[in-house]
């Protein structure tokens, strides 16, 4: 069974610093990973995917993030913050269905 | 495309009502996922559907939940009778698997709330 493990409920940064948010899974099989942020009042939103082609995967606003099999990790970076990144951001991994971690609260200050 | 359409994007409902909350997945989208949100217990997975037939439903609470998909651009989550331990936020997703990616669109969501 697959599983994801977000280290941090909450993280703050401020404004220009770096962000950093972990996530570690669990597969038996080479996993699909995903990063969803979610903003107050809205749905999840799709920010990246890792589908076993580069470990290193670019997406929307400035994020990226690297697989790392040997680690087994899957973190989400942002090398200068924005006011604007604030929200909640969610690591999943896909097994028949998605499997979401408990999410990560992230609050960036002026 | 629209994305996916839930309604109503609020409701407020009491103790005991049938509460019926609606979705359109993305057209062309084969799969379908009902999820609930609190606080409490995060998103959780309720139910998902693969070409509008029920393939997992272990994460529907109780009985007082069901969720139907008569055809594949519409589905229904029903909640008869609520209570207010039922008060959340509710998201349908689609996703295309069949097409080698995997990813879900989320929709914005119901909030329900239960008096």
């Known amino acids: 069974a697959q599983s994801v493990t977000q280290l941090g409920s909450h993280v703050s940064v401020s404004e220009g610093a770096l962000v950093l948010l972990r996530c570690n899974y669990s597969?038996?099989?080479?996993?699909?990973l995903f990063w969803y942020v979610q903003y107050p009042n809205q749905g999840l939103q799709l920010l990246l995917k890792?589908?076993?082609?580069?470990?290193l995967v670019k997406g929307i606003n400035g994020f990226e993030a690297e697989f790392k099999k040997s680690e087994t990790s899957f973190h989400l970076t942002k090398p200068s913050a924005h006011m604007s990144d604030a929200a909640e951001y969610f690591c999943?991994?896909?097994?028949?269905?998605?499997?979401f971690g408990s999410g990560t609260q992230l609050t960036v200050l002026p | 495309d629209a994305g996916v359409i839930q309604s109503p994007r609020h409701e407020v409902t009491e103790m005991g009502q049938e509460v019926t909350l609606r979705c359109k997945p993305i057209?062309?989208?084969?799969?379908l996922f009902w999820y609930r949100q609190t606080m409490m217990r995060g998103l959780e997975l309720l139910i998902y559907?693969?070409?509008?037939?029920?393939?997992?439903d272990s994460g529907m609470p109780e009985d007082r939940f069901s969720a139907k998909m008569p055809n594949a651009s519409f589905s229904t989550l029903k909640i008869q009778p609520s209570e207010p331990r039922d008060s959340a936020v509710y998201f349908c997703?689609?996703?295309?698997?069949?097409?080698?990616?995997?990813?879900?669109?989320f929709g914005p969501g119901t909030r329900l709330t239960v008096t």
């Open positions: 997703a689609s996703s295309s698997p069949g097409q080698g990616t995997y990813e879900q669109y």
């Open positions: 597969s038996s099989v080479p996993p699909y």
């Open positions: 890792y589908t076993s082609a580069a470990t």
């Open positions: 999943a991994v896909q097994g028949g269905q998605l499997t």
């Open positions: 057209s062309g989208h084969n799969s």
């Open positions: 559907f693969n070409n509008n037939v029920p393939i997992d």
